[in-house]
């Protein structure tokens, strides 16, 4: 399958600083980028999608200010966690693919905020 | 995202049985349902895939789907101990987004 890397693989940072997540296709070209939380126990939770070159579209519930997305090019999506809180520690996955093809995922970034 | 629900384990089975995964979905228009596996800490990987009624088989792993029923179900013959993981079954549609269920935490005796 294709690669799909993403860092960092883990961080912590201080109660109200921002962290910034890439995820990058390294060998195919990412029209889509799908961004995922998962708490302890709990299962993957779609946060946003976005496709290239346009502004991502945010489920319900996930506050489009506090979790930046940029799509900018097609091998590479960030997603920037601003303000971080204690309750923003999670599990961070993102998921690469492209039109009519399979998509795939990320490593993973653990996310714990003091 | 749609629903979808899986038995919630966990399931504990000898090394060498069958272990027998389900899940049910909500969304009778849903097109295409995978398997996951997820070892604690890592992201999902893929391991099933199935689009049409009936059986797919892949070495140990057999998925069976019933779109009448709604239900996907994932058995795992000849169980090791390193199948311990967790299982998530998603369900896909026209726009590519995954709607995952919770998962069932399958831990393999040896």
């Known amino acids: 399958g294709a690669v799909v890397s993403q860092h960092p693989s883990w961080v912590i940072c201080k109660s109200g600083t921002s962290v910034k997540i890439e995820c990058r296709s390294l060998d195919f070209q990412a029209t889509t980028m799908f961004w995922y939380r998962q708490f302890p126990k709990q299962s993957l939770m779609l946060m946003a999608t976005?496709?290239?070159?346009?502004?991502?579209?945010?489920e319900q519930g996930v506050e489009k200010d506090k979790f930046l997305i940029n799509h900018a090019s097609l091998t590479l999506s960030t997603l920037t966690v601003t303000s971080a809180h204690p309750e923003d520690s999670s599990f961070y996955i993102c998921?690469?693919?492209?039109?009519?093809?399979?998509?795939?995922f990320g490593q993973g970034t653990r996310l714990t905020v003091v | 995202q749609k629903e979808v629900e899986q038995n919630s384990g966990p399931l504990s089975v000898p090394e060498g049985a069958i272990a027998s995964l389900n899940c049910t979905y909500s969304?009778?228009?849903?097109?295409?349902f995978f398997w996951y596996r997820q070892y604690s800490g890592k992201s999902p990987e893929l391991i099933m895939s199935?689009?049409?009624?009936g059986d797919k088989e892949d070495g140990r792993f057999t998925a069976q789907l019933n779109k009448a029923s709604q239900y996907v179900s994932l058995l795992i013959r000849d169980s090791q101990p390193s199948d311990s993981a967790t299982y998530l079954c998603?369900?896909?549609?026209?726009?590519?987004?995954?709607?995952f269920g919770a998962g069932t935490t399958v831990t393999v005796r040896a």
């Open positions: 998921r690469a693919g492209t039109q009519n093809t399979e998509a795939f």
């Open positions: 976005s496709n290239e070159g346009s502004k991502a579209t945010y």
């Open positions: 199935i689009y049409s009624n």
């Open positions: 998603a369900v896909n549609d026209d726009d590519y987004k995954l709607s």
């Open positions: 969304d009778r228009g849903s097109q295409s």
